[in-house]
Nanobody, 127 residues
């Protein structure tokens, strides 16, 4: 069983940057598509970005395209999300997730495609 732990969240002013990390333990997550989702209080979890298992394809929500970059370091079993030009609406809790099925070449953007989730890290963007 893969366990995921996010880090890197915090308080930042609008226009600033943060880099989130997701460390996997238990076993390697290299065969799995990895994704980032976010969830604000009282709202549904929202897709942010995904990267396929060999890091050849990435997929972003329109709201973050051009500002966020997802990457993975297979050797270190780590996933990252570089967030630039942050806006107050980027504020909620960010969760990383590993897909249910391994060796998928296309990035996955549906919550139901993912079976392992981290606890989340809070990002707060002040205006």
């Amino acid at each position: 069983q893969v366990q995921l732990v996010e880090s890197g969240g915090g308080l930042v002013q609008a226009g600033g940057s943060l880099r989130l990390s997701c460390a996997a333990s238990g076993r390697t997550f290299s065969p799995y598509t990895m994704g980032w989702f976010r969830q604000a209080p009282g709202k549904e979890r929202e897709f942010v970005a995904a990267i396929n298992w060999i890091a050849t394809l990435t997929y972003y929500a329109d709201s973050v395209k051009g500002r966020f970059t997802i990457s993975r370091d297979t050797a270190k079993n780590t996933l990252h999300l570089q967030m630039n030009s942050l806006k107050p609406e980027d504020t909620p809790v960010y969760h990383c997730a590993a897909s249910r099925v391994a060796y998928m070449n296309s990035p996955l953007y549906r919550e139901s495609d993912y079976g392992t989730w981290g606890q989340g890290t809070q990002v707060t963007v002040s205006s």
